[in-house]
């Protein structure tokens, strides 16, 4: 099942450097666009979007760009933006509400450092929340650098499959 191999990703993180598999494991259809995002002091300095079934053979030639300060796209997107000018050559991402295809996950933000909470006790609370039913079985977490993002895989189940829901004003 994609949850528990989406969470055993998330926990080996960052051991041998940045892996693309938690992001192919989140996004789960080879016909979308995943957005790529640098921050440099707050502002994002540069992007690009890869389409998914191609994501595994050029993430190598950005990787080393990737290793502080940047984040991808949860949700997936139906086409990039303007071609050759983003992160290694790349086309820019186009992340608007109207060119979204997927929702991948649902995540909640959890700034933990504000209450003086490590994100590791906060990860143990979470758990303890999931145990006693409270809320519903994580499907992984991120640190964020400030707390931690708690993720959830939506799924799109009337074919019985694991593809995420389509993106639509409605949802």
């Given at each position: 099942m994609a949850t528990a191999a989406l969470s055993q990703f998330c926990e080996e993180y960052g051991r041998d450097g940045m892996s693309v598999d938690p992001i192919l494991l989140i996004h789960r259809q080879p016909d979308c666009y995943v957005t790529f995002h640098l921050i440099r002091d707050g502002d994002i300095v540069n992007d690009c979007a890869v389409k998914l079934s191609s994501l595994r053979d050029v993430f190598p030639e950005f990787r080393g760009e990737m290793e502080r300060d940047f984040y991808f796209s949860l949700n997936s997107f139906y086409r990039p933006g303007q071609q050759g000018c983003g992160i290694a050559g790349?086309?820019?991402?186009?992340?608007?509400?109207?060119?979204?295809?997927?929702?991948?996950?649902?995540?909640?933000?959890?700034?933990?450092?504000?209450?003086?909470?490590?994100s590791g006790t906060m990860a143990g609370h979470i758990l303890t929340m999931q145990d006693h039913g409270l809320i519903p079985p994580i499907s992984g977490m991120i640190r964020s650098g400030q707390g931690l993002w708690g993720l959830w895989l939506l799924v799109d189940q009337p074919d019985g499959t694991q593809r995420p829901p389509t993106a639509h004003s409605h949802r």
């Open positions: 790349l086309p820019r991402a186009l992340r608007k509400a109207k060119t979204a295809r997927y929702l991948n996950v649902f995540f909640v933000d959890i700034d933990c450092y504000k209450l003086g909470i490590e």
